[in-house]
């Protein structure tokens, strides 16, 4: 046995040093080739209130009598200069991706890119976009770009889609939110009769296949368009302020150093990176895409340029609705049971600085649970004498106090033997004095009204709160809500 795991060790360190080498040999080669390859025409510029802004051109032979005719699969426009090849980094001109739209010179803060196919007997692409724009302030729509890729090779289907589209969001694909892309057909390389890697059937290698060098698509032509670029599949729903929190949460993160946001637990949903680290991942996606899956590739990607942890934001963004799979006869009734829309208690929790000795995890702060943006706090076994503690601007008449902990994916993930406890006496920035009000529950819980009647309890002048933990834990903690009442 031990013989057996230390040649499984140095076979997988092997495999490791030998695909950084030729990750590393094919960056610097693509790079060099990105280089060489000639470039293109002048775009077609327009003015529109002295600034430069794409004019979105449909090339002529996909122009019949104003109306969108499907491109060919291996033939482009003769006015346009480019090489066919089936490479990464040869999309130069994105205006002949473009179907629908209007494309910018000015930067956006957040890129939204949403891959979808034709589903049999199902479709979700459009409760999706609504979600997405009508939980969008309007302020905010001029910062954002969500780019739907029509990733189909039937071209029929492709004019059907748009045509459809565009009757529900003309004014959004008018102002710049929405554009709608296509991949040139040469940009695939070959699909059918590859390895079939992990004994999966001909169909879902090619499935799977296509899937890398679709996302390596829309990474190549989104990675120059805004700060940030997020993937979503097309089968999800969100809530209102969602792109408040997500930018409220990059903000709060800068100072630490993260290669991606995971704003969901499911799939490739809801995941974050800056624009300018996509590129090289999609070249790689690009390299192995007859190798692996692409949930695969990521993690490869990830240990192979040593990357640091992923930051996870929780409770989840985004809801996955679909149940009909974009690979012929696969249903996946997937639920993100870390989805909240709203808090629990409607509580008014006064003005209060949040601090704790705990360890935190994949980037949560204390404070999360305590604010009005929906997000949890997440952190590793707390140990004997850990506290999480408020401390509020001002003395405050305490009313009640409600804590909730664990979530439904992770009930144990709770306190169950901590004190809820209360000071009024405050010096040199410690609270001293501490008054234990309440216990939590087996699960986690702990819900305490303070009657101004008891005088064994505290009310008035009210200046500290904590959580504290009294012994060691062997599971980890969700702090879900702190939800204060208080008099004025």
Not at 243 to 268: M, V
Request: charged residues 20%; positive net charge.
């Amino acid at each position: 046995m031990i013989l057996r795991y230390r040649l499984y060790k140095s076979h997988t360190l092997f495999l490791v040093i030998t695909l950084t080498f030729v990750v590393h040999f094919y960056l610097l080669f693509s790079h060099h080739n990105d280089a060489s390859i000639s470039r293109l025409d002048d775009l077609d510029i327009g003015r529109e209130n002295n600034h430069h802004i794409f004019v979105p051109q449909i090339p002529q032979h996909n122009r019949i009598k104003g109306n969108l005719k499907p491109s060919q699969d291996d033939t482009h426009s003769s006015s346009t200069s480019i090489s066919q090849c089936a490479c990464f980094g040869n999309l130069k001109n994105k205006s002949i991706a473009l179907l629908e739209g209007k494309q910018s010179y000015n930067p956006g803060y957040l890129t939204i890119g949403i891959p979808t196919v034709k589903r049999p007997n199902a479709d979700y692409l459009f409760k999706t976009l609504t979600s997405l724009i009508n939980n969008l302030d309007y302020a905010d729509q001029k910062i954002v770009k969500i780019i739907v890729f029509l990733a189909d090779f039937d071209d029929q289907y492709k004019l059907q889609r748009v045509e459809e589209l565009k009757k529900t969001y003309q004014p959004w694909l008018n102002s710049g939110l929405l554009q709608i892309i296509q991949a040139p057909r040469w940009y695939y390389p070959k699909l059918d009769n590859l390895k079939r890697n992990y004994n999966d059937s001909p169909r879902r290698v090619y499935w799977r296949s296509k899937q890398c060098i679709d996302y390596a698509f829309l990474f190549e032509y989104s990675a120059t368009l805004s700060q940030y670029y997020m993937q979503l599949e097309d089968d999800v729903i969100t809530f209102h302020g969602y792109f408040d929190i997500i930018r409220n949460y990059i903000h709060h993160q800068r100072s630490k150093n993260w290669s991606s946001i995971h704003f969901s637990t499911l799939g490739y949903i809801g995941k974050l990176y800056r624009s300018s680290d996509i590129i090289e991942l999609g070249r790689f996606f690009y390299w192995f895409y007859d190798e692996h899956p692409v949930d695969y590739l990521i993690n490869f990607y990830s240990n192979l340029k040593m990357l640091p942890p992923n930051l996870v934001y929780l409770p989840s963004l985004f809801q996955h609705i679909g149940i009909k799979s974009s690979l012929k006869g696969k249903s996946q009734r997937l639920k993100d049971i870390q989805f909240s829309m709203k808090r629990v208690y409607n509580s008014n929790n006064p003005p209060a600085k949040v601090t704790t000795t705990l360890q935190s995890y994949g980037g949560t702060e204390p404070e999360f649970a305590y604010s009005k943006i929906v997000a949890y706090y997440w952190c590793k076994q707390p140990l004997a004498k850990d506290t999480v503690t408020l401390i509020f601007d001002d003395h405050i008449r305490l009313i009640r106090v409600a804590v909730l902990t664990g979530d439904k994916a992770r009930r144990r993930d709770c306190f169950h033997t901590a004190l809820l406890q209360v000071s009024n006496n405050y010096h040199n920035q410690h609270c001293t004095d501490w008054i234990t009000i309440g216990n939590f529950e087996k699960y986690g819980k702990v819900d305490i009204k303070l009657d101004k009647n008891n005088h064994s309890l505290p009310y008035n002048r009210i200046k500290c709160l904590r959580i504290f933990i009294p012994r060691k834990y062997l599971n980890w903690v969700i702090l879900r809500e702190i939800a204060v009442w208080s008099e004025t």
